[in-house]
């Protein structure tokens, strides 16, 4: 199986910047794609960045430009630099990643709350 422990988040100013950070541990060879979701009350969670195996990334319309989603294999870790934070990224921030083998699941880290307040 493999975990996910994201840290990193905190309360920020508008126009701030934060890193997250996704620690992955257990069978770390088999983890494809990754990605951070975010979920704020009253909303489903959504997707806000993609990284894909060979390096191709997505956003969310509404954070491009402004965050990076970036992995390093070697430390079993991915980070999402956020900066020109909004109000509106206030949310809990998820680290989800696929796992491929005899099966194929994925797994959901336990979220860490950034909150973008004045």
């Not at 990193?8 to 060879?29: E, H, M, W, Y």
């Not at 509404?62 to 430390?75: Q, Y």
Request: hydrophobic share 30%; aromatic share 10%; net charge neutral.
């Amino acid at each position: 199986q493999v975990q996910l422990v994201e840290s990193g988040g905190d309360l920020v100013q508008p126009g701030g910047s934060l890193r997250l950070s996704c620690i992955a541990s257990g069978n770390t060879f088999s983890i494809g794609a990754m990605a951070w979701y975010r979920q704020s009350p009253g909303k489903q969670r959504e997707l806000v960045a993609h990284i894909f195996n060979d390096g191709r990334t997505t956003y969310t319309g509404s954070v491009k430009d402004r965050f990076t989603i970036s992995r390093d294999n070697a430390k079993n870790t991915v980070y999402l630099q956020m900066n020109s934070l909004k109000v509106e990224d206030t949310a809990v921030y998820y680290c989800h990643a696929m796992i491929y083998g005899t099966m194929t699941y994925d797994s959901w880290g336990q979220g860490t709350q950034v909150t973008v307040s004045s």
